[in-house]
């Protein structure tokens, strides 16, 4: 019964992917950001501690891009530039305006209309300029991991994210509960994930 459930949960988390966000590039003025998700490993028991790297050591790596507009997509992808970059070519109009920290990944895209804000010195907005939008976005997120499920599991990270997302791209107070249950049954049409494939990922 119990990988009944698990299976299940997972299929679940299929149907929620958001197939519109892979096809409808973000426009206008978006926010980066990257978050590191995961347990302390001070809090670990000592078999599964790693006592190597700094504070993101054992977490999972999710870069987030939102648009004013009101658009989430958050993505599991190795903490390295090239990957950063390369997901948001994939997910944001040129000449937009990308709001970001002072992360070193998000420089080198001259492509885009590119506002930092510098963390690390206290500053978190400058005009128009701030990530406080996908920030709040990661709150959510991690209320939900910490407060539901207790953690985060670094297999099938995609899959969680899969359910996080509408959360907050269909989750607005204005909707209908039963009207975000209808707009999660219609996304289940044409989508099917097997137990193998699932398993075979692990």
């Known amino acids: 019964m119990v990988s009944t459930a698990w299976f299940m949960l997972h299929r679940i988390r299929e149907a929620c992917k958001e197939d519109n966000l892979d096809n409808d590039l973000f426009f206008g003025t978006i ?25 993101t050591t054992g977490k999972t790596v999710v870069l987030g891009m939102g648009s004013r507009s009101g658009q989430l997509k958050a993505t599991a992808a190795p903490n390295n530039g090239k990957t950063i970059r390369d997901v948001i070519k994939e997910t944001a109009c040129v000449n937009s305006v990308l709001c970001t920290d002072e992360h070193p990944s998000y420089e080198g895209m001259p492509k885009y209309r590119h ?27 991690k209320r939900v991991c910490y407060s539901i499920y207790r953690a985060f599991s ?49």
């Open 31 to 55: 926010e980066a950001d990257e978050a590191y998700i995961g347990g302390k490993e001070k809090n670990k028991h000592a078999s599964k501690k790693q006592n190597v790297g700094g504070r």
């Open 115 to 141: 506002k930092t804000v510098c963390h690390s010195a206290k500053h978190f907005v400058d005009g128009t300029a701030h990530t406080n939008g996908i920030e709040s976005a990661w709150a959510v997120l």
């Open 154 to 202: 670094k297999k099938h990270p995609q899959l969680r994210l899969n359910e996080s997302a509408p959360r907050l791209n269909s989750g607005n107070v204005k909707f209908h509960a039963l009207g975000r249950i209808d707009a999660l049954l219609r996304m289940c049409a044409w989508k099917r994930l097997l137990h193998a494939t699932l398993v075979n990922a692990l």
